[in-house]
């Protein structure tokens, strides 16, 4: 029996209808199976510190910031408000929602217009990853099916990961990262209602609704979004009433650029690393950069500043800080002053006073004199031309005088105090052709700070120093340090330098402190220490001209002191007396401690090597190839004969020596004895 048209109608449709869900699904499992991968998404390259803070981010090459939102927390409500918002079924959907497409495609079939695009989030990404060329059904066709791909490929978490890395917020700002940055200054870990709404709302229209030049259209769409999203329970009306009455932020805060020499270095160090974590505390270092920027206007025109603070047990950089702004040509802010070489005029006096403890030369209450000396032609004086007479070791250390560092240099050997530096990984820089003399005692070398904090660092690790590490990955992890000077020997020093009266209007008994400046008021140091960490302060012109008058107890001492008060940190006491260590009055002392070199300071001369023949100055006529002739008073055989700085002869055991000279002009001529003395003369050979 024939059945009726309706029923046969109906039936076709039934099996029309089959045959179009069969290939739908056979199409979607197509697409799902031919998914490609999902390309790598270009981030850019973040500095953090120790730990994991964001201390400096660069730009992609084509000037974008894009900052991975997966290093933060991102504020759970944004996201909430961005799922309701935007894509309320983002958790049901295969990547297309049918019902937000019916819903689209009706609101344009009665309104004569687009009204919603009906986009996923998931269609959002694949529209950020493959930008579309016009709003073509074939356009939104191609973004569909890459929405699809995008689900077979990702989980959910991924593909809002993706959101939040490449949302547009208006100019160069992709991401809920920067522009969180960017518009608020902070991290998008807590973000008020307000903010959260306005982070929603601009990426549907970036440029026409930028905060800085278009506050009033942002504000409106930030306000459909709170209304929109408190009509489904989100929040309630109070707190609706109170987002709406938020300020727009106008301005664009700068991206963070903390510790800009640090991580410029470690940018140029290591440029293909997406991110590298730095052993500065963001903590320590941000309160640095502002003491930096408030204290720098005082110093006067050209003059700058710098601080390094080291961690005491593993030599990892803590904060550095170079100037007070990198960008001030003025003050050559782009100078990284932390690693400049420069005179450290009398801040390498105590290691001369360390290495006379460990020699068993002298004690901190061993008795000395401050008075007129000479060392051949070489008169050191005090910084107030003035002389204390008979001191003790420690006051000679804590009143920084001139004449019984020398007088222990002499003992010690310059060539040992600089020969132990190296080795402890802090090499002075001399002219080239010099060899370490008196000099070096008072400034007559070139340290940087960085090298100066290391050094006083491992004072306070009891005569144990790390080389200086900025990298936090590995730093120190194998470095078990290199002995600068012996436990007791540091333990003497330290207590000594604890007791050096602190400057105008600070407050003493917290560091041990020594302060230098060096020859004509060129620079002013200012090195302080606990148990745990060591600071070093540098002030000066970065162009090398003096500043009269600038001192280290006046210039860099207060902001010593002032740097540790404004970091607000646990003083952590120095190191308990080591075994072997010596308490008392200088009375109880052995009798060979008690007093430094009867008759010292009584016109005592060199006990080195002395070059009697040449004379200073000289002029010498060479003839042929035939040796000179050297004659040198005093020392202890064998003697080393320098040229220049390089070796010309050696191992003479008498005091008549001969050299040959490199060629006509100018020579250095040095001689060096057995305990590391040394005496030179300038000479002009024809």
Known sequence: MKRPLWQRVLALGAVAGALAVGGAHAWLAGVRAGAPPVPAVALSPEVLDREGRLLRAFALTDGRWRLDPGRVEVDRRY????????????????????????????????????????????MQVARLMEPREGRTFAAKFKEMRRAIELEARLSKAEI?????????????????????????????????????????????????????????????????????????????????????????????????????????????ERPGAPSQRLAIDLSMQAPLEALARERVRDLGKGVSLAFVMVDNASGQVLARVSGADPLDATRAGAVDLTRALRSPGSTLKPFIYGMAFEDGLAHPETLIEDRPVRFGAYRPRNFDRDYQGTVSVRQALQLSLNVPAVVLLQAVGPQRLASRLDGGGFALRLPPGEVPGLAVG??????????????????????????????????????????????????????????????????????????????????AWAVGFDGKRTLAVWVGRPDGQPVPGMIGREAAAPLLFEAFERLALRPVPLGPAPRGALAGRQADLPPPLRRFGAGAGQGMEQAGPRIVFPPDGADLERIADEPLALKVDGGVGPFTVLVDGLPSSTGFGGTQLSWQPRGAGFTRLTVMDAAGYSDSVNLRIR
């Open 79 to 122: 996201v909430e408000m961005l799922i309701a918002y935007e894509d309320r079924r983002f958790y049901q959907h295969g990547g297309v929602d049918p019902l937000a497409l019916a819903r689209a495609g009706w609101q344009m079939l009665t309104h004569g217009h687009i009204v919603s695009g009906g986009s996923t989030l998931t």
């Open 160 to 268: 809002l990961d993706l959101y939040l890395k490449l949302a547009p917020f208006g100019g160069n700002l992709e991401g809920v990262r920067a522009a969180s940055l960017a518009w608020f200054g902070k991290e998008p870990r807590r973000l008020s209602l307000a903010e959260a709404a306005l982070l929603v709302a601009l990426p549907q229209a970036p440029e026409a609704r930028r905060p800085d030049r278009h506050p009033q259209a942002a504000a409106r769409a930030r306000d459909t979004v709170i209304s929109r999203v408190a009509s489904r329970g989100l929040f309630g009306a109070a707190e609706e009433e109170f987002a709406r009455r938020a300020s727009i932020p106008t301005r664009r805060t700068d991206m963070p650029m903390v510790a800009a020499h640090a991580t410029g270095t470690a940018r140029r």
């Open 442 to 523: 008072l400034g007559g070398v070139g340290v940087t700070l960085e090298g100066l904090a290391g050094i006083y660092a491992g004072v306070a690790n009891g005569g144990m120093a790390h080389r200086i590490e900025t990298q936090a990955e590995g730093a120190t992890s194998t470095d078990e340090g290199r002995r600068l000077l012996s436990p007791v020997a540091a333990w003497y020093l330290a207590q000594a330098l604890a007791g050096t009266p602190p400057p105008h209007n600070a407050r003493g008994g917290r560091i041990a402190f020594k302060t230098g400046t060096s020859y004509g008021y060129r620079d």
